[in-house]
């Protein structure tokens, strides 16, 4: 039986000299997968406010359904990095942004592992018949040395996803399980060091 990382990592580089079809060091990769590549930026838009509360419940009392948005924030070698802030906005259910005040606004450093946590209101779509934005969050990402991300959070199955000159899908949540009024959602972003910003 196998019952340390060494042994298994010697169990692994012997299989791997027996022919390609063996690749169980992959099973026992340390550092977590990742696209590497940088999350792609958009416009901040009008409704940034900045100096938001350092929190992670930004529901604000409002009705919705509760989105929990939870991810990492990993630099282009997919290591976490800690201490970044995340600054996350959003317009409520009706597709309203608080410009007067802080509702579904608000920021919060990573942990050790890059991680961050928020629960808001899903956002509705918003705007006209010549300008229609289909849901989305806006963020602001930094970490210490890296260059300040700006951008923005798109849902899967949108209709409006495709009508939306801005959507990304390279900025699509990931969504998991949801539960009567909640819906979790994930999205990791990836800085760049600051050359390579
Ligand atoms: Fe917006």
Redesign the pocket.
Known sequence: MLNSRRQLLQAGAGLLLVGPVAHPLQALAQTPVCDDSPTPRQIE?P?YTPQTPKRSDLTSGLSGQVLVLEGRVLNTQCQPIANAIVDLWG?DAQGNYDNKGFKLRGHQFTDSQGRFRFQTIKPGAYGNSSFR?TP?L?VKVQGQGTPLLTTQLYFPDEPLNQQDGFYNPALLVQIGESKAQTVLASFDFVLPARSEG
């Open positions: 838009g409704f317009c934005r989305h806006h």
